[in-house]
C-alpha cells in the first residue's frame, strides 16, 4: 500500500516571525530571532521618524547616548525603509567615534569593532540595506543559525494581520512569532481563520557585567563588547514561546 499524504501531526511546523530592518537592535529582537525557524525582513513598511529605524542607544560612561542616521525626509512622507537614504556620510565617522569612546576599554571591543568599521564606511546604499547587512552580520558573531529571508522576495500583501498573513503563507508557516509591542494590530482569532497559529515571545531581558549600574535595553554591541562569544547563550535563553488563545480552524476538527 503507498503512503498517502503525511497528517497535519506529522508535518513538521514552521514557525516564522518578522521585524522591519532597524538600526543596531538591541537583544529583544536577536531573542526573537533565535526562537524562529525563519525569520523575515520586512523593509518594505513604511519609515517613520524618530523610531527605531534609525537610531538606537549606547553606553557612555554612567549616560545612554543617542546614534541617531540623519535621512532624507522631505517630501518623502510615503517612503519605505528599503527606500529611505542618508542625508550624508558625515554620522558614519561620528558613530563609529562615539563607539570607540564608549568601548574601547571593553573586553571584546577589539574582536567586534573592526568588522562594524569597515561594514559602516564601506556602505552606500539605502538605510534599510545598512540595517539588513548589520544585523545579519550580529547574527554570524552569534552565531545565530536562523533562516532569514527579505519581504523583497516576495508578494507579501496588506497591513497589520493581513501582512503577517500573508508573510506566514509566502513561506509556508503555520505559526507566526510577535513581542509584546505588537499586541494592539495583531488579530489572533483572524489569524486562526487563516490557519495560523499566533505566538508571543515571552522576554524577560538579563543583566550582564557593564562598568557601573546596570543599563537595560541598549544596542546588542554593549552586550557584545561585554560579554563576548558568551553573549550569544545568554541572548538564546531570555525569552520563550507562548501559544496565543485562538487555535487554527485546521487543527481544530
Known sequence: MGQGAPSASDRRSLLLSGHQPVYLPGMILFNKIALSDVFMFVGHCQYVRKSWHARNRIRLGDRELWLTIPVKTSGRFDQSINETSMVNEVWK????????????????FRDYYPELEEKLLAHNGSLGDLNVATIRMILRWLGIGTRVVDSRDYDIRGAKTDMLISMCQAVGADRYLSNEGSRDYVDEEQMAGAGVQHCWQMFEHPTYPQPGMFMPN??????LFNLGASATQLVVSCGRVAPGKFTPVTERA
Open 93 to 108: 565617522r561620528k558613530h563609529l567615534g562615539s563607539i570607540r569612546q564608549a568601548y574601547q576599554r571593553a573586553p571584546f
Open 218 to 223: 541598549l544596542s546588542v554591541i554593549d552586550l
